[in-house]
């Protein structure tokens, strides 16, 4: 927030940001592709995931009313807190209402998959932090990124509702915002290929982002390329390339 707004009663603006995380991999034989998922399953248990949104509640200032978590058979997580914002303090009576709408949430939902046609490997991160009053969850963009392995990363940013300043004027958004990007570190941004497409008079944002940097031994679960063939090398890395776009794109390359 650049300057602190003058309101009418409470702010009652819901600002919803929603990440879907991805991280590809190949793995060559059912064993391995099994290995893989039950790897990025202990990596990211809902008890991993507890500890990084836990941190994350701190850096945006909130604390936690409620938690749940549970890890599913045979795979993926769910984390889903209910955070309140700190600076609204303990409700007194005649205060109820903006100690309610002071509550927001956060949620997890990891998902391990793979097809074995294609021996690749996806392990995709759902998160959605919904945030009300004068907490923001843009703050919070590079401690997540620097949370998770991302190859891509696809970022929806919503301002909701209206509050009135003391005078009655509603206001709509109560922080400026030209993109997502904005609110990245630089060096976050040069290791990434990224495009937006934001809706301004809806105040809603959206960011892609496509790692640059390929690097065959980064995508290989439990193998060596310089075990394999140079043929067989450059057509595993033509189908991860080809994943990774399609999952950038949305939509299926032929």
Do not use: W
């Not at 604390?63 to 007194?92: C, E, H, M, W």
């Amino acid at each position: 927030m650049e300057k602190k707004l003058k309101l009418h009663g409470f702010n009652n603006l819901t600002k919803s940001l929603s990440f879907n995380l991805y991280d590809i991999c190949y793995a060559k034989t059912p064993r391995e592709q099994k290995n893989y998922i039950e790897y990025v399953d202990s990596q990211y248990n809902s008890d991993r995931i507890t500890g990084i949104m836990s941190e994350l509640t701190q850096q945006i200032g909130a604390k936690v009313i409620s938690l749940s978590k549970q890890d599913y058979d045979p795979q993926g997580a769910s984390v889903t807190f209910l955070i309140s914002d700190n600076a609204a303090g303990p409700s007194r009576r005649g205060e109820d209402i903006a100690a309610h709408l002071d509550k927001s949430h956060i949620t997890v939902h990891t998902y391990p998959e793979y097809h074995p046609d294609t021996c690749i490997a996806t392990f995709r991160v759902d998160i959605d932090v919904a945030t009300c009053g004068e907490i923001t969850p843009l703050s919070t963009l590079e401690y997540l990124i620097a949370s998770f392995s991302s190859d891509i990363i696809t970022m929806d940013y919503r301002v909701r509702g209206f509050t009135r300043n003391i005078v009655g004027k509603k206001l709509f958004i109560d922080h400026r915002i030209s993109s997502i990007q904005d609110y990245l570190d630089k060096k976050t941004l040069a290791r990434y290929d990224a495009v937006d497409i934001n809706v301004y008079q809806a105040n809603i944002f959206h960011t892609r982002m496509l790692i640059k940097d390929f690097d065959l031994q980064n995508y290989l679960f439990q193998i060596d390329p310089n075990d394999l063939p140079e043929n067989e090398r450059a057509k595993i890395s033509s189908s991860l390339r080809r994943e990774m776009l399609e999952i950038y794109s949305g939509k299926n390359i032929y």
